[in-house]
Nanobody
Framework: QVRFVESGGGLVQPGGSLRLSCVAS????????MTWYRQSPGKQREGIASIMYATPTAYYGPSVKGRFTIARDNSKNTVYLEMNDLKPDDTGVYYCNTPQKFDSWGQGTQVTVSS
Protein backbone atom coordinates (compact mmCIF):
# COMPACT_ATOMS: atom_id res chain seq x y z
CA GLN A 1 0.00 0.00 0.00
CA VAL A 2 1.45 3.32 -1.10
CA ARG A 3 1.69 5.84 1.70
CA PHE A 4 3.10 9.34 2.13
CA VAL A 5 3.48 11.10 5.48
CA GLU A 6 4.36 14.79 5.26
CA SER A 7 5.51 16.91 8.19
CA GLY A 8 7.34 20.10 9.11
CA GLY A 9 4.84 22.78 8.17
CA GLY A 10 3.79 25.67 10.35
CA LEU A 11 3.25 29.39 10.64
CA VAL A 12 6.20 31.53 9.63
CA GLN A 13 6.77 35.20 8.94
CA PRO A 14 7.70 36.43 5.46
CA GLY A 15 11.41 35.89 4.89
CA GLY A 16 11.48 32.91 7.21
CA SER A 17 12.42 29.30 6.57
CA LEU A 18 10.94 25.85 7.01
CA ARG A 19 12.08 22.32 6.25
CA LEU A 20 9.47 19.82 5.17
CA SER A 21 9.87 16.05 5.28
CA CYS A 22 7.96 13.26 3.56
CA VAL A 23 8.34 9.58 4.40
CA ALA A 24 7.19 7.29 1.60
CA SER A 25 6.41 3.59 1.65
CA UNK A 26 4.76 0.86 -0.41
CA UNK A 27 6.68 1.33 -3.64
CA UNK A 28 10.25 1.33 -4.95
CA UNK A 29 11.30 4.67 -3.52
CA UNK A 30 14.96 4.20 -4.40
CA UNK A 31 14.17 4.00 -8.11
CA UNK A 32 11.45 6.65 -8.22
CA UNK A 33 11.72 10.33 -8.91
CA MET A 34 9.89 12.37 -6.28
CA THR A 35 7.96 15.63 -6.47
CA TRP A 36 6.72 18.14 -3.93
CA TYR A 37 3.32 19.58 -4.72
CA ARG A 38 1.59 22.64 -3.31
CA GLN A 39 -2.09 23.47 -3.16
CA SER A 40 -2.63 27.12 -2.41
CA PRO A 41 -6.04 28.48 -1.38
CA GLY A 42 -8.38 28.61 -4.38
CA LYS A 43 -5.83 27.00 -6.70
CA GLN A 44 -5.19 23.56 -8.09
CA ARG A 45 -2.41 21.41 -6.72
CA GLU A 46 0.80 22.04 -8.66
CA GLY A 47 4.22 20.43 -8.74
CA ILE A 48 6.91 22.79 -7.50
CA ALA A 49 10.06 20.71 -7.17
CA SER A 50 11.25 17.30 -8.35
CA ILE A 51 14.33 15.20 -7.75
CA MET A 52 15.58 12.25 -9.75
CA TYR A 53 16.40 8.94 -8.07
CA ALA A 54 19.82 8.14 -9.50
CA THR A 55 21.46 11.54 -9.33
CA PRO A 56 20.87 14.67 -7.29
CA THR A 57 19.43 16.35 -10.38
CA ALA A 58 16.52 18.55 -9.38
CA TYR A 59 13.95 20.70 -11.15
CA TYR A 60 12.08 23.69 -9.74
CA GLY A 61 9.06 25.68 -10.72
CA PRO A 62 9.67 29.35 -11.46
CA SER A 63 7.89 30.52 -8.32
CA VAL A 64 10.29 28.67 -6.00
CA LYS A 65 13.54 28.47 -7.96
CA GLY A 66 16.42 29.96 -6.03
CA ARG A 67 14.55 29.80 -2.71
CA PHE A 68 13.61 26.12 -2.26
CA THR A 69 15.88 23.07 -2.31
CA ILE A 70 14.68 19.49 -2.70
CA ALA A 71 16.76 16.61 -1.37
CA ARG A 72 16.32 12.92 -0.60
CA ASP A 73 17.70 10.22 1.67
CA ASN A 74 17.10 6.85 0.04
CA SER A 75 18.20 5.02 3.21
CA LYS A 76 15.23 6.59 5.00
CA ASN A 77 12.71 6.65 2.13
CA THR A 78 12.46 10.36 2.79
CA VAL A 79 12.33 13.44 0.60
CA TYR A 80 12.89 16.93 1.98
CA LEU A 81 12.03 20.45 0.93
CA GLU A 82 14.15 23.26 2.37
CA MET A 83 12.23 26.51 1.98
CA ASN A 84 13.92 29.86 2.44
CA ASP A 85 12.82 33.47 1.98
CA LEU A 86 9.22 32.40 2.30
CA LYS A 87 6.54 34.66 0.86
CA PRO A 88 2.79 34.92 1.55
CA ASP A 89 2.15 33.29 -1.86
CA ASP A 90 3.92 30.16 -0.57
CA THR A 91 0.98 29.57 1.77
CA GLY A 92 -0.73 26.26 1.12
CA VAL A 93 -0.79 22.56 1.84
CA TYR A 94 2.33 20.72 0.72
CA TYR A 95 2.29 17.11 -0.47
CA CYS A 96 4.81 14.69 -1.88
CA ASN A 97 4.23 12.04 -4.53
CA THR A 98 5.93 10.76 -7.62
CA PRO A 99 5.80 12.77 -10.85
CA GLN A 100 3.38 10.15 -12.16
CA LYS A 101 1.16 10.65 -9.08
CA PHE A 102 -0.02 7.61 -7.24
CA ASP A 103 -3.75 7.78 -6.51
CA SER A 104 -2.99 7.65 -2.79
CA TRP A 105 -1.99 11.02 -1.31
CA GLY A 106 -0.87 11.88 2.19
CA GLN A 107 -2.59 14.35 4.47
CA GLY A 108 -0.15 17.05 3.51
CA THR A 109 1.44 19.63 5.78
CA GLN A 110 0.10 23.17 6.10
CA VAL A 111 2.47 26.09 5.52
CA THR A 112 1.22 29.56 6.37
CA VAL A 113 3.37 32.59 5.64
CA SER A 114 1.99 35.64 7.36
CA SER A 115 3.09 38.54 9.51
Amino acid sequence: QVRFVESGGGLVQPGGSLRLSCVASGFAFNTSAMTWYRQSPGKQREGIASIMYATPTAYYGPSVKGRFTIARDNSKNTVYLEMNDLKPDDTGVYYCNTPQKFDSWGQGTQVTVSS
